[in-house]
């Protein structure tokens, strides 16, 4: 098995612009979360999907964040615009029933 | 709320001591607890998950253990190697969501 796969493993922009990172869970999950890992604030959850739908999106901070999930087999989070605060590792997880297996995560820098 | 603490921040020992990283959470009901390792630049590794029924779990030279009614669970390393140097994060399931605690950044020198 493959793991959960993100894409891209780092991204730099500028402010203003729009980002989108991509995720590809474990075949045969039913449940993607989003996380966002910085120093000041550890990881904190975005948003979680189960079976491609949005079940808790209270920890998206505002307006310019967004998710979705099409199918099963991909997800993405979209910032748009950008900017030098929403630098931090983005992580994508993927579950089935019992424990919740990460990706190598997003590093993005917003200058 | 669910919030969890872990203690301590940093830990520094030299190779071959038995170690134990503390986490706490103020929810006692909880789903699962799991033990991760962040290498640094790294993505998480799970290293030990333990069922809200269960008391404690074991993997080689890791055991972790879970005390729901106090709150607590402690992950216990035997014969600590430099190669256990990373960050330890102890994490609660809450209904589907894990709610992460700050981390024992751990060094093992030879």
């Known amino acids: 098995d493959a793991g959960v796969i993100q894409s891209p493993r780092h991204e730099v922009t500028e402010m203003g612009q729009e980002v989108t990172l991509r995720c590809k869970p474990i075949s045969g999950h039913n449940s993607l979360f989003w996380y966002r890992q910085t120093m000041m604030r550890g990881l904190e959850l975005l948003i979680y999907f189960n079976n491609n739908v949005p079940i808790d999106d209270s920890g998206m901070p505002e307006d310019r964040f967004s998710a979705k999930m099409p199918n099963a087999s991909f997800s993405t989070l979209k910032i748009q615009p950008s900017e030098p605060r929403d630098s931090a590792v983005y992580f994508c997880?993927?579950?089935?029933?019992?424990?919740?297996?990460f990706g190598p995560g997003t590093r993005l820098t917003v200058t | 709320k669910q919030e969890v603490t872990q203690i301590p921040a940093a830990l520094s020992v030299p190779e071959g001591e038995n170690l134990v990283l503390n986490c706490s959470f103020t929810d006692s009901a909880i789903y699962n607890l799991q033990w991760f390792r962040q290498d640094p630049g790294k993505g998480l590794t799970s290293l030990l998950l333990i069922q809200s029924s269960q008391r404690e779990q074991t993997s080689g030279r890791l055991n972790a253990s879970l005390d729901k009614s106090s709150g607590r669970s402690t992950l216990y390393i035997a014969a600590s190697q430099p190669g256990d140097s990373a960050t330890y994060l102890c994490?609660?399931?809450?209904?589907?969501?894990?709610?992460f605690g700050t981390g024992t950044r751990l060094q093992v020198f030879p």
């Open positions: 997880a993927s579950s089935l029933s019992r424990g919740k297996y």
């Open positions: 994490a609660v399931e809450d209904t589907d969501k894990l709610i």
